[in-house]
């Protein structure tokens, strides 16, 4: 009987609010999950960090190679700082679209018809934008249009270049930022930014491997990074 009162005449007021709200506790689960995941992130990196630093005063034969470690790290702790960031601010606005949902429900049921919302709806076409989040978002923004609480969908989701825009104009000074913020007096002389015309020569073969460890963690923590936005 259920089944067919679907068919004819569609889910209740009801099924819907619970079905929308169910999509985005979804969503909300899986931000907090990259938000953890960040925050090891984070705090990894920042152990990479004062270990090149520690390195380089043991050995200041390894100073310079080690410079240009915590360079490395500390624009990729950036990434992360400022991924982290936006996914605050995405979680921040989901929250946001199911209040503001419950209310639009709420006013159905109370004058029996409800009113397209441009509030939802812009934070909805921000929100399935974010390629964390388009699958599922792209499900809730159905489910709001057959409600009749947004009146249409969007579409693609934002290219890494848009979502990391400014990212090398402010890199350099963002990192001469975080490694004050870390190695706080503890930063060495080397730890300036490497010309970028002097050769470097060759250097042992320790220091080649090194720099091969190096390499593979930070191609790991780029790996991480990227399996947060698929």
């Not at 209040?99 to 029996?112: D, L, Y």
């Not at 934070?123 to 057959?146: A, C, F």
């Amino acid at each position: 009987m259920q089944a067919v009162r679907h068919a004819i005449w569609g889910p209740t007021p009801e099924e819907q609010k619970r079905k929308c709200n169910a999509l985005v506790r979804a969503n909300v689960r899986k931000l907090d999950r990259d938000i953890a995941q960040l925050k090891t992130l984070d705090s990894k990196t920042r152990n990479f960090i004062l270990q090149a630093s520690k390195r380089a005063q043991k050995n200041p034969s390894q100073a310079k190679q080690a410079s240009q470690e915590t360079r490395i790290f500390a624009k990729e702790l950036i990434r992360v700082r400022k991924q982290n960031t936006r996914l605050q601010t995405s979680k921040a606005q989901l929250q946001s679209v199911q209040m503001q949902v419950n209310e639009a429900f709420s006013v159905r049921k109370i004058e029996g018809s409800i009113r397209a919302s441009t509030g939802i709806m812009k934070d909805v076409n921000t929100l399935v934008r974010l390629p964390e989040l388009t699958g599922t978002m792209r499900e809730l923004s159905q489910e709001l249009v057959k409600a009749g609480i947004i009146e249409e969908m969007v579409g693609d989701s934002l290219p890494d270049d848009q979502l990391l825009e400014g990212e090398d104009e402010e890199a350099e000074t963002e990192v001469d930022k975080v490694l004050g913020e870390i190695l706080k007096d503890r930063l060495p002389p080397a730890a300036e930014k490497p010309a970028a015309e002097e050769p470097i020569a060759a250097p042992p073969v320790a220091e080649e491997e090194d720099e091969e460890d190096s390499q593979e963690l930070l191609e790991q923590m780029r790996g991480r990074l990227e399996a947060l936005k698929s």
